[in-house]
Each structure stands twice: as structure tokens, then as C-alpha cells.
């Protein structure tokens, strides 16, 4: 069945960079949004940015400028990269996926999720 994996999270000292990846595989027709969501303790899950299928892109406004979002349709992988890192942004960052099924069904998943931390 369709799943995602995400990598790339870890420890980094505010400034620094990251980049996010995470890779979607089993039986898809398509996706059309893919994207990228946090949640640090005690909050609750935020959209940091998303991508479709056309390369539209929108972002947090606490991230604009510092986060880029992209993806490889080939591969079917989004990626996150993560310039400027501040310690608010420390989260489990979850990728996610709007896609179509091969059966033609419209449905949503969910990635495991991997641990940012970000040191002042």
C-alpha cells in the first residue's frame, strides 16, 4: 500500500540548514499536493509548506523566505530545504500527500515523521 518516508531531520545550531525528504511509493496514479507539516510540543500540527502537482507553492509566514519546497514528479519525493534555522522551528516535521489512487479514489497519507531540533 502507498506509503511516505521522510528523512533528513536531526540536531542542528540556530542558522543552520536541513533538508527534508520524503518519498512516496506503492500504488499511485498521481498526487497532486504534497507537503510538509510540523508539530512541536504542546501545539498543534501547522502546515509549513506544500507543493502541487503544477509546482505551486505556499508557505508558513513564519518560514517564508527561509524554507523552499520542491519536488521530483519522476521519483515522486518532495523535499524540504530548511535555511536559517531558528528554535522555534524545532517540530516532528510530517510529510503528506494528496493522491490519487489507481482505483481513482482520492485519498490522503501520512508520513512517520522525523524529529528537527534546533539549538539557540
Known amino acids: 500500500q502507498v506509503q511516505l518516508v521522510e528523512s533528513g531531520g536531526g540536531l542542528v545550531q540556530a542558522g543552520g540548514s536541513l533538508r527534508l525528504s520524503c518519498a512516496a511509493s506503492?500504488?499511485?496514479?498521481?498526487?497532486?499536493?504534497m507537503g510538509w507539516y510540523r508539530q512541536a510540543p504542546g501545539k498543534q500540527r501547522e502546515l509549513v509548506a506544500a507543493?502541487?502537482?503544477?509546482?505551486?507553492?505556499n508557505y508558513a509566514d513564519s518560514v517564508k523566505g527561509r524554507f523552499t519546497i520542491s519536488r521530483d514528479n519522476a521519483k515522486n519525493t518532495v523535499y524540504l530545504q530548511m535555511n536559517n534555522l531558528k528554535p522555534e522551528d524545532t517540530a516532528v516535521y510530517y510529510c503528506?500527500?494528496?493522491?490519487?489512487?489507481?482505483?481513482?479514489?482520492?485519498?490522503?497519507?501520512w508520513g512517520q515523521g522525523t524529529l528537527v531540533t534546533v539549538s539557540s
Open positions: 507543493v502541487t502537482s503544477s509546482n505551486s507553492t
Open positions: 503528506n500527500a494528496d493522491y490519487r489512487s489507481v482505483f481513482s479514489r482520492y485519498l490522503q497519507v
Open positions: 506503492g500504488r499511485i496514479f498521481s498526487i497532486n499536493t
